[in-house]
């Protein structure tokens, strides 16, 4: 998935434990600020993620900083650059 600066299209092509980023910061355009790892479609049919959080006590899957879904017009979802599989 290519870093076009902006959000990507092809979200189906996902798998769980793809490696996401984000541009979380206020420079914009591809300029990447903070990952996390696609879990997969929960059961309200959302493109679930988990990431860090902004403190340092443990992950987050959106109590904190948005819900951490990729679909919609979320925080993430928006700040979503591109994604990498190892």
Known sequence: M????????DLDMLLP???????AGPTTGAHIEHSGIYLGV???????????????NGPTMGDLAGESILDGTGYWATRLRTARRI
């Open 2 to 9: 290519p870093n076009t600066g902006k959000r990507p299209r």
């Open 17 to 23: 434990g793809d490696l996401l980023f984000f541009n």
């Open 42 to 56: 929960d059961d309200r049919g959302h493109l679930r993620f988990v990431s860090s959080r902004s403190q340092a």
